[in-house]
């Protein structure tokens, strides 16, 4: 089941800041992080893993509340290369080595 | 190091057609996904394969299969194809299993059927 994101859509000035959450409600073991910019291809940001593990970019802040089955990606200090469409992908125990995706929340950070 | 490369770039089709797209993964990584991505629909698993086998598998039709060689390339085949078939087909290398590591993306393959 694909996870949900919010919100669908966020506009920033550069400098300001943005949440973007991924919630499922299936019990995850691993969400994923991936910014596409149009026609380009995604490129991976953070991987969140049960057990609090994280691997990703250094400049990329992310949360995963495995209680809540959430996760939320933070952009901080936006600048315009921020700008792009976010999709968290995740991957449930009850469908084992299945990378779900939700449908993306785009951003435009405006000078 | 090459990154993902897909071929063709782009391809045209018409309904009842057959298509296969290819991969390559970046040396080394064994593990290649493939994913459909429509505007409707956003990104959608179709199946991961490991070391020539297949371990997981989307909710795609049989239409949709695929294989891995030795040397991890790997190819997507859809045959009988439907106009709901037309999308950017996207192929994505890792280390090892998808779900517990970062993915590389090709640039895709644009198929459109007619």
């Known amino acids: 089941q694909q996870p949900v994101q919010s919100p669908q859509a966020v506009i920033l000035r550069e400098g300001e800041d943005a949440v973007i959450n991924c919630s499922s409600s299936?019990?995850?073991?691993?969400v994923h992080w991936y910014r596409q910019k149009h026609g380009e291809a995604p490129v991976f940001l953070m991987i969140l893993l049960k057990g609090g593990e994280q691997k990703g970019h250094e400049k990329i802040s992310a949360s995963f509340n495995e209680k809540k089955q959430q996760s939320s990606l933070y952009l901080t200090a936006s600048q315009l290369s921020y700008s792009g469409t976010y999709f968290c992908g995740t991957a449930s125990t009850d469908s084992w080595g299945k990378l779900q995706f939700g449908a993306g929340t785009q951003v435009v950070v405006t000078p | 190091k090459a990154g993902v490369t897909q071929t063709p770039r782009y391809l045209i089709k018409t309904r009842g057609q057959q298509v296969t797209l290819s991969c390559s993964p970046i040396s080394g990584h064994r593990s290649v996904s493939w994913y459909q991505q429509t505007p409707g629909q956003g990104l959608q698993f179709l199946f991961e394969?490991?070391?020539?086998?297949?371990?997981n598998k989307g909710n795609f039709p049989g239409r949709f299969s695929g294989r891995q060689f030795s040397n991890s390339r790997s190819e997507m085949n859809v045959s009988t194809l439907e106009l709901g078939d037309s999308a950017l087909y996207l192929c994505?290398?890792?280390?090892?299993?998808?779900?517990?590591?970062?993915?590389?993306f090709g640039p895709g393959t644009r198929l459109t059927v007619l």
């Open positions: 394969y490991f070391s020539e086998t297949q371990r």
């Open positions: 299936k019990a995850l073991y691993s």
């Open positions: 994505a290398s890792s280390l090892g299993a998808g779900t517990y590591n970062e993915q590389f």
